[in-house]
């Protein structure tokens, strides 16, 4: 399984950050994924930002909610992250990621390269 | 929210050393921690997952443990590819948190 983010590298402040990730060698609908978005501020450490189901169920951190929106597309095999209303503390590189959950059991296995995404006018 | 907190957050270590990495949980739970290894301008990989049971593919110089609210990871005999970041993951609860990270640099 391979996870590749796309979008714009650069962001105008109080505009929205867009970003999609294709999921290729495997399916979406797999029943025991989560399709994930983590970011990782410059020189700091790993925030979850949410994740989605693939019948559109989505998790978001409650501290981003009420600026995040994530979506799937099955029949892309892709899931997208929208973060509107942005400023220069959202500048990070942005990773998507699968995490599965099996009885109890859960992990992060497989990542995107990342994307880094600046916010600047 | 769970917070991790990790300690130390930077060693030095030689080849051939044992190293150790503590995260302590704010709230009690068992077992659902995870363990992330991070080379610069990478994406963190998964080694360890239900506090113990390592990924497929992860050398068994690599290992996890867990006491009351504290998880361990251990890598037995250094190797110079071990030498990157390391960050503990919990997913008892959402929001999925994070420990600040562990940096492993060569003495």
């Known amino acids: 399984v391979q996870l590749q983010e796309s979008g714009p590298g650069l962001v105008i402040p109080s505009q929205t950050l867009s970003l999609t990730c294709t999921v290729s060698g495997g399916s979406i609908t797999s029943g025991i994924y989560y399709w994930s978005w983590i970011r990782q501020l410059p020189g700091k450490g790993l925030e979850w930002i949410g994740y989605i189901y693939y019948s559109g169920s989505a998790n978001y951190h409650p501290s981003l909610k009420s600026r995040v929106f994530i979506s799937v597309d099955t029949s892309k095999n892709q899931f997208s992250l929208k973060l509107t209303s942005v400023t220069a503390a959202d500048t990070a590189v942005y990773y998507c990621?699968?995490?599965?959950?099996?009885?109890?059991?859960?992990?992060?296995?497989?990542w995107g390269q990342g994307t880094p995404v600046t916010v600047s006018s | 929210d769970i917070q991790m907190t990790q300690s130390p957050s930077s060693l030095s270590a030689s080849i051939g050393d044992t190293v150790t990495i503590t995260c302590r949980a704010s709230q009690g739970f068992t077992n659902s921690l995870a363990w992330y290894q991070q080379k610069p301008g990478k994406a963190p990989k998964l080694l360890v997952y239900a506090a113990s049971r390592l990924e497929s593919g992860v050398p068994s110089r690599f290992s996890g443990s867990e006491s009351g609210t504290h998880y361990t990871l251990t890598i037995s005999s250094l190797q110079p590819e071990d030498f990157a970041t390391y960050y503990c993951q919990q997913y008892f609860s959402l929001p999925l948190t994070f420990g600040g990270g562990t940096k492993v640099e060569i003495k």
């Open positions: 990621a699968r995490l599965f959950r099996d009885y109890g059991d859960s992990g992060l296995d497989h």
